[in-house]
């Protein structure tokens, strides 16, 4: 019998907690993150182009690089499991994943300087402020192209709920993480590097 849409909602939460959010640093980092997206979030009605620039630069910047940088990848002792067995069950993008993510994410002001009007696609800028504008819009939809890719890759190898699970998950990552590492800075203060996991231990 299938998981209810809440109860897989937990699960791939409160396995994302466990095995990628051990570090302090990262833990921190996804505090930080979690605001910056959710003034994106507001923005997104304001001025996409903006919510854009700082949910790549900002949100993203700081989220992915506790993940690249600061999480622990050897075996995790936590769960009793291998870096290479948890990013070949991951629901979402894996650290493999978000490397051609990002680099698309690179390239898209480099395509933009080579071909400033993408083949006919937008309006060519003649400015800097309109350069980076374009960048911004394309930005915003490599963002919900990556997300729908995902959505609809997981609908055919996981069934439709997991995909719709993580979808939601995704967006809703912010008001998540907000109650989940706020109190990170301060550990992180105290010299704590590694959170000890004493809840995932009990429930692993």
């Not at 990628?20 to 990262?26: K, L, P, T």
């Not at 003649?126 to 192209?145: A, D, K, P, S, Y």
Request: hydrophobic share 45%; net charge neutral.
């Amino acid at each position: 019998m299938s998981k209810g849409f809440l109860a897989e909602l937990k699960e791939q939460r409160w396995d994302d907690h466990r095995y990628y959010h051990q570090s302090r640093i990262n833990q921190t980092l996804h505090f930080v993150s979690a605001l910056s997206f959710l003034f994106a979030y507001v923005m997104l009605f304001i001025n996409p182009v903006v919510s854009a620039l700082v949910g790549w630069l900002v949100s993203m910047g700081t989220r992915q690089s506790g993940h690249f940088f600061f999480e622990p990848q050897g075996y995790d002792h936590v769960n009793n499991a291998s870096n290479e067995h948890k990013e070949a069950i991951k629901v979402g993008y894996n650290l493999n994943r978000k490397l051609v993510l990002i680099s698309l994410w690179a390239l898209c002001p480099v395509a933009l300087w080579l071909v400033p009007d993408l083949f006919g696609a937008i309006e060519p800028a003649t400015t800097r402020e309109g350069f980076i504008e374009n960048v911004g819009w394309m930005w915003l939809w490599l963002g919900v192209t990556g997300l729908a890719f995902r959505t609809i890759h997981l609908f055919f190898i996981r069934g439709v709920q997991s995909g719709l699970v993580w979808m939601t998950k995704i967006l809703t990552d912010p008001f998540h993480d907000l109650v989940l590492y706020w109190r990170s800075p301060f550990y992180l203060m105290r010299g704590e590097l590694i959170d000890p996991m004493h809840h995932a231990r009990q429930g692993a």
